[in-house]
Every structure is written in C-alpha cells, then in structure tokens.
C-alpha cells in the first residue's frame, strides 16, 4: 500500500545545514540533497512553480528526521516583500471604540523576516517592554507575479498558505502619530510556520476557522468569511501600488482577542506557550523566553 504524502512542506536546520522537505506523520523527507542545487530554498522552489514536483519525488520515501530532532526556520527566509493587514475583522475594529465606521481600504505595514522566527521556536520579550501580544493570522505566499492584478484572477498568483503569530510589542506600535513600524519589528517576537502548504482552490481560504490558544485557553476565533477584506481584494489592492514576485508572503489580519484587549491587558511572559491553527493548514506553536 502506498503512503499518501501530505501536502506540508517545511524548511528546518539539521546536521548543520539549512535543509527542507516534506512533513508526514512520521517524521520529515529531506528533499535538499535532491533539490539543494536547483533551487537552495523553498522560495526558488515557488519561484519555479516546482511545489507539486517536491511532493511528488517523495512519494515512497521514508523520513529522514523525526520533527523534535531539526529546529524549524521561517518558510521563506528572505522574501522580497512582508507585507501585514491590519484590522481586517469587523470586531477587531470595534475593538478600538474610537466611534469610527469600519474603515473602506486596508491598513498595511511592512515587517523584516529577522522580527520572526520558526514553528517551536520561543518569542522573545525585549528588555525594553514587557507588553508583548500576540494575533494569529492566515498567511499567503506570492507564486506568480504581477502588477494590478484583479480580484477575479488574485488567486492564480498564490502559491501557498501558512500561519503567522503576528507578535507585537503594544507601548512601541504608539510611539508615533502614523505608523506602528517600531512595535511590530522587533527581533523575534514573532512567528511564521509552520509550512507550506500548497494553494489549489478557493475553498482552502474563503471561510475557514482561525484559533489562537494561548496555555490552551481559546482567546482568538474567528472565519475568515467574515473578513472585511477578502483574500482576492488584498492581493489585487497591495499589487495596485507595488509589484508582487514570487515568494513575497501578505499576513492577511487578524480576529478579535489579543491580550491589549482584556481589562487589564493580559501580555505574554516567559513560559507562556501560543497555538495558532487553521482548517487545512496546521498549527503553530510558539513558546516565550526573555531576551538573554
């Protein structure tokens, strides 16, 4: 009987070298020594529309790593573009009490890959605040480029989806009058993982549930049918002003429920252990550590 092959492809660290591969029950099939020299990461696989050609070279092959023995590393390292959605749930704009209608464009800011790290990986809290929040979001990767692309055809350009822990160091993102850049780019407090997972049809995004746990308790739960920018808009809205290349990874917002919100605040803190899951996609898993 053949062993079907899921759909998860990972970049990890092992035995001293960047590496990636496809993600079983088992354990992980390490593609690098078959790929490494056609394409050194996952993002020069999505560059070349090569997904599927992965998944199939590992059908009938055994792991190679068990999960706990590699550290996990962001799907794409370096992408050309990180691009974050703010306030794009309708109760995470009521949130704000500030009396104001839900607002008719996006909020958009950049983050720096170093702000994140890995699935399994900790966090880090800054000496400099101890608000460190978290906000679990659907994330897409770009597979096709493009300039102006329309909302009917935005989904011809996606090539996968993964999860982000968008963490945030809430004093910081008010620091200025116009941007929250300060808050949400510091090293580490934030996670992206924990693998790809290949687009193929609306149904993988257009309404499926968003959960982040924090120690196990639900804080954030939401559908993404309630979004108030759909995945096809933002895709269509951020090529408008700038030109999307493959690998180029858009976190897409997220629901109502992060720790500014409760009365008090409730801020992460060393120990604290963050689960962010999605339907079709897989959950990330993040612990909390200060910086040492």
Not at 26 to 41: A, K, M, S, V, Y
Not at 104 to 109: H, V
Not at 199 to 223: K, P
Request: net charge negative; with cysteine.
């Amino acid at each position: 009987m053949t062993r079907s092959i899921p759909a998860r492809l990972a970049a990890f660290h092992a035995n001293g070298a960047d590496r990636y591969g496809v993600v079983t029950d088992d354990g992980i099939i390490d593609l690098t020594p078959d790929f490494g020299p056609r394409f050194p990461r996952l993002k020069e696989v999505i560059e070349a529309g090569a997904l599927d050609e992965l998944l199939e070279a590992a059908e009938g092959r055994d792991p190679a790593y068990r999960e706990e023995d590699v550290s996990f590393l962001i799907p794409i390292a370096d992408p050309e573009k990180l691009i974050c959605v703010g306030v794009n749930f309708p109760s995470r704009n009521e949130e704000y009490k500030d009396g104001q209608a839900a607002p008719s464009k996006p909020s958009l800011f950049i983050r720096f890959p170093r702000s994140f790290v890995g699935h399994h990986h900790n966090l880090v809290r800054p000496p400099e605040s101890e608000q460190l929040d978290y906000e679990g979001e659907v994330t897409i990767v770009i597979g096709k480029g493009g300039r102006r692309i329309s909302e009917e055809k935005a989904y011809e350009h996606i090539a996968a989806l993964t999860l982000c822990n968008e963490g945030t160091i809430r004093d910081w993102v008010r620091h200025a009058k116009f941007n929250v850049t300060q808050g949400k780019n510091f090293d580490a407090t934030g996670a992206i993982g924990p693998w790809l997972v290949p687009f193929r049809s609306a149904d993988q995004l257009d309404d499926i549930e968003l959960t982040t746990r924090v120690n196990g308790e639900v804080r954030q739960q939401d559908r993404t049918s309630r979004m108030m920018f759909d995945f096809r808009y933002i895709v269509s809205y951020v090529s408008t002003f700038t030109t999307l290349v493959p690998g180029d990874v858009i976190v897409c917002g997220t629901p109502t429920g992060a720790g500014a919100r409760f009365e008090p605040p409730i801020w992460l803190k060393p120990g604290d252990v963050i689960e962010v899951e999605a339907e079709g996609i897989g959950t990330l898993v993040n612990g909390v550590e200060d910086e040492r």
